[in-house]
């Protein structure tokens, strides 16, 4: 990137703070911000940093990343790790601590997450344990990425019990979201991201999905649209987290669609010619609402037109839409017991009483689950 067109794109971006004391940091949105990243480390005052990303995104970004690191004074390394959700592992978590300790990163130094959610996950979840607790860097290559896993310091990976069931709270102290990187993000990678958009206006914010029902086709082609999309996203999920950041009350709202979608991921085994996290967030919503609806508690209009919506846009909305099947209805069930939103045994919801009004419904009986669940898929076999 030249020099004038990084300064264009600094003077673009959009700041969504998220102020949290001590542990407060900024999220850069904006197109071409990875051209400043140099500069805006190196602002963080570390002397190393240690570079994880995939074989996607590496080839593409990390040489020349690490370039501009080492310009601005930083000792470097790069670790580059298989993609896919299977690489949040036990495994991967070993070899990512081992690899940061052999760069010799100190507790002032960096840990900079560069790619998707997995790796922010994974390199986050490293961050948080080696040497306790050093400092890490969000650069999302990802539009589910940019408005969702990179924001709010959940880390972790997989358990062959279920999704993200270890891991840590561990802020990152910035956030760049360079919009631009997704230009080249295959369609179905930016569908996937898409449904965590709508979700924050499914959540508490009907006016925002109703924006998202008229500007969907800008958010990507990569108008300016996009860059509002994510800002509106983050600064969606910055004030929940700033309200409840270690998720004990209503940050649990963030969940909406994922109790069903994660038990999905499980079910496929987090294999992602089946189904990536974002298809199962959106069929995960569509199921939340028909839910709410099924209980009496939201009216099937609005169910209705969330399925038309997210089904305009490409996304899967039913269960038929799983390739290879969606398991029994014990799978399903068994597969939620080990969500982390159980207390006692019993399931907890996020339903909703209508687009924007959706609330934690702690609770539910496992009898009125298995209800809805056939239901669902004697519809889809019918």
Same mark, same amino acid.
């Given at each position: #990137?030249?020099?004038?067109?990084?300064?264009?794109?600094?003077?673009?971006?959009?700041?969504?703070?998220?102020?949290?004391?001590?542990?407060?940091?900024?999220?850069? =949105?904006?197109?071409?911000?990875?051209?400043?990243?140099?500069?805006?480390?190196?602002?963080?005052?570390?002397?190393?940093?240690?570079?994880?990303?995939?074989?996607?995104?590496?080839?593409?970004?990390?040489?020349?990343?690490?370039?501009?690191?080492?310009?601005?004074?930083?000792?470097?390394?790069?670790?580059?790790?298989?993609?896919?959700?299977?690489?949040?592992?036990?495994?991967?978590?070993?070899?990512?601590?081992?690899?940061?300790?052999?760069?010799?990163?100190?507790?002032?130094?960096?840990?900079?997450?560069?790619?998707?959610?997995? &790796?922010?996950?994974?390199?986050?979840?490293?961050?948080?344990?080696?040497?306790?607790?050093?400092?890490?860097?969000?650069?999302?290559?990802?539009?589910?990425?940019?408005?969702?896993?990179?924001?709010?310091?959940?880390?972790?990976?997989?358990?062959?019990?279920?999704?993200?069931?270890?891991?840590?709270?561990?802020?990152?102290?910035? =956030?760049?979201?360079?919009?631009?990187?997704?230009?080249?993000?295959?369609?179905?990678?930016?569908?996937?991201?898409?449904?965590?958009?709508?979700?924050?206006?499914?959540?508490?914010?009907?006016?925002?999905?109703?924006?998202?029902?008229?500007?969907?086709?800008? &958010?990507?082609?990569?108008?300016?649209?996009?860059?509002?999309?994510?800002?509106?996203?983050?600064?969606?999920?910055?004030?929940?987290?700033?309200?409840?950041?270690?998720?004990?009350?209503?940050?649990?709202?963030?969940?909406?669609?994922?109790?069903?979608?994660?038990?999905?991921?499980?079910?496929?085994?987090?294999?992602?010619?089946?189904?990536?996290?974002?298809?199962?967030?959106?069929?995960?919503?569509?199921?939340?609402?028909?839910?709410?609806?099924?209980?009496?508690?939201?009216?099937?209009?609005?169910?209705?037109?969330?399925?038309?919506?997210?089904?305009?846009?490409?996304?899967?909305?039913?269960?038929?839409?799983?390739?290879?099947?969606?398991?029994?209805?014990?799978?399903?069930?068994?597969? #939620?017991?080990?969500?982390?939103?159980?207390?006692?045994?019993?399931?907890?919801?996020?339903?909703?009483?209508? &687009?924007?009004?959706?609330?934690?419904?702690?609770? &539910?009986?496992?009898?009125?689950?298995?209800?809805?669940?056939?239901?669902?898929?004697?519809?889809?076999?019918?």
């Amino acid at each position: #990137m030249s020099s004038a067109s990084a300064q264009a794109s600094t003077a673009s971006a959009l700041t969504v703070p998220v102020p949290l004391g001590e542990r407060a940091y900024d999220i850069l =949105v904006g197109r071409g911000l990875i051209g400043t990243v140099g500069s805006r480390i190196a602002a963080l005052g570390a002397r190393a940093a240690a570079i994880v990303t995939d074989e996607h995104v590496g080839p593409l970004y990390a040489q020349a990343f690490s370039d501009a690191l080492q310009t601005h004074g930083l000792r470097t390394s790069v670790i580059t790790l298989a993609p896919g959700e299977a690489t949040k592992s036990y495994a991967s978590l070993e070899r990512v601590c081992d690899a940061v300790l052999e760069a010799k990163i100190e507790r002032g130094d960096l840990v900079i997450a560069l790619g998707g959610g997995v &790796i922010g996950d994974l390199a986050g979840f490293a961050a948080a344990v080696v040497r306790r607790g050093v400092r890490f860097v969000q650069v999302p290559t990802t539009l589910l990425a940019q408005v969702d896993s990179s924001v709010g310091g959940k880390t972790g990976i997989n358990s062959r019990h279920g999704k993200n069931l270890v891991g840590a709270f561990h802020q990152p102290s910035l =956030v760049l979201a360079d919009t631009a990187l997704l230009d080249t993000l295959p369609l179905r990678e930016m569908r996937a991201g898409y449904a965590e958009v709508v979700k924050y206006g499914l959540i508490d914010d009907a006016r925002f999905f109703a924006w998202c029902e008229r500007n969907w086709r800008g &958010i990507f082609e990569g108008g300016m649209e996009r860059d509002e999309a994510v800002a509106q996203s983050c600064r969606a999920k910055a004030a929940v987290v700033v309200r409840d950041e270690h998720e004990t009350g209503d940050r649990a709202l963030l969940n909406l669609g994922h109790t069903f979608g994660h038990a999905l991921e499980k079910i496929t085994a987090y294999d992602s010619a089946r189904l990536v996290h974002g298809e199962g967030v959106a069929i995960g919503l569509n199921l939340a609402f028909r839910f709410s609806a099924a209980l009496g508690l939201c009216p099937i209009s609005d169910a209705e037109r969330i399925e038309a919506h997210l089904t305009s846009v490409g996304l899967p909305t039913r269960l038929s839409h799983v390739p290879g099947g969606c398991g029994t209805v014990d799978e399903l069930l068994d597969a #939620m017991a080990q969500d982390k939103k159980v207390k006692g045994g019993s399931l907890t919801f996020i339903l909703a009483k209508g &687009i924007g009004q959706s609330f934690i419904a702690p609770g &539910i009986e496992a009898g009125k689950v298995r209800t809805f669940l056939m239901s669902e898929i004697n519809a889809s076999s019918s």
